[in-house]
């Protein structure tokens, strides 16, 4: 079996590939990339058991159709770095080996049957189905993921839960003290229906998707996921239980109203969060009047950092303590130039919010409380 492949897209499709392949496998084939060779097309495919992504490219030329799987360190380590020429792949099936010429040389590689290669979970024909665009969906999970927990006795709280409602799509995750909500006003369904994705898959859909301007497919039964983007697709296994009522934890009359420039406001508390404590991460925010001022504090090592900046704020003078190093992580995953912080006192969960919400979304996060010591 003998065919022809554009280097630079052969190497940036098995780069993409490589992401989903562990370091350490429970099977050796694991390890390898399966090229399969149809009608003129070269289909390739890299799995961990749990994740598996095909991906395609238009071959040059190719005399016959075949399968076989060929290790993903070595193949990635032989192509990386070639300028854009022809790479031309000679398989021998009998051999198991594989010699792969170019303009200036020649390597050859050992390949292996792929018949061994896990069969890909087939989703079922009554699967739900949401169409997305490619960006938003990109946006929504970059948003999302750091709010996710690492819980191994409520493994549901490890992973995005996309919530399929009359009324909207809600990207939701948190880990318990912070949350994010995502609602997406124009994707519904009369059928409500629902999936938690597990983070390593929003990992790789994170770097996969572009902003192209395309749509993405995302197919779901009770089990597994099917997620087509571009000329590829990602099909994973879904986190099985049931997701905690998020809507019941987002207070719903925070009265008091306090807006910030969201990247003054994120230095100052890059500048002040090194004086917290280190085990807490405590500071205490206090808002009168047009005043917003932080305090950090570690008397053990008689640490402590104050600054104060502008606001509006049409609420009651008010003392509340937050995470520093969660409320830097909301507001870096912002990406508007002022945010709305409604509070309600210093025992209930504040809520922060874009000043401006994006077109058909509305987007929350919640960040729980710390208690003061005064």
Do not use: W
């Not at 990109?138 to 409520?154: G, H, K, M, P, V």
């Not at 990602?234 to 306090?258: A, D, H, K, M």
């Not at 870096?332 to 000043?355: H, K, M, T, W, Y």
């Amino acid at each position: 079996m003998r065919f022809t492949v554009s280097s630079t897209a052969l190497s940036s499709k098995l780069n993409a590939l490589a992401r989903v392949i562990n370091s350490k496998n429970s099977l050796p084939i694991l390890a390898d990339f399966v090229f399969d060779i149809q009608g003129g097309m070269l289909y390739l495919t890299a799995s961990d058991s749990e994740n598996v992504m095909n991906t395609q490219l238009e071959l040059t030329d190719n005399d016959s159709d075949g399968r076989f799987a060929i290790a993903s360190h070595d193949l990635l380590e032989a192509v990386k770095g070639f300028s854009e020429q022809p790479l031309t792949f000679d398989v021998d099936l009998q051999s198991k080996i594989t010699k792969i010429s170019y303009q200036n040389g020649l390597f050859s590689l050992p390949v292996e049957s792929a018949d061994e290669f896990p069969v890909t979970q087939r989703i079922s024909d009554s699967a739900t189905e949401i169409r997305i665009p490619n960006a938003m969906l990109a946006d929504n999970i970059t948003r999302s993921l750091f709010a996710t927990a690492q819980d191994e006795l409520r493994p549901v709280m490890n992973g995005i839960y996309f919530d399929l409602t009359p009324d909207y799509l809600a990207l939701v995750a948190s880990d318990g003290h912070k949350l994010v909500r995502n609602k997406i006003l124009n994707i519904n369904s009369q059928q409500p229906a629902a999936f938690i994705l597990p983070k390593k898959p929003a990992s790789l859909l994170k770097n996969l998707l572009g902003k192209d301007g395309g749509d993405v497919l995302i197919r779901f039964d009770e089990r597994n996921a099917e997620i087509n983007y571009g000329d590829g697709k990602l099909t994973c296994r879904l986190i099985e239980g049931r997701y905690p009522n998020y809507n019941s934890v987002i207070p719903q009359n925070n009265p008091n109203l306090l807006t910030v420039d969201r990247l003054s406001l994120l230095a100052a508390l890059r500048r002040v969060q090194p004086f917290a404590n280190d085990s807490s991460n405590l500071i205490r925010f206090h808002v009168e009047g047009g005043k917003l001022q932080l305090d950090a504090q570690d008397y053990d090592f008689a640490k402590t950092a104050t600054e104060r900046m502008a606001c509006e704020y049409n609420g009651q003078p008010m003392s509340i303590g937050f995470k520093g190093t969660a409320f830097i992580e909301v507001l870096s995953n912002f990406d508007c130039q002022e945010v709305n912080i409604q509070l309600a006192d210093p025992s209930r969960a504040g809520l922060v919010l874009p000043s401006e919400q994006p077109e058909n979304q509305d987007i929350l996060m919640l960040m729980m409380p710390m208690l003061l010591n005064d």
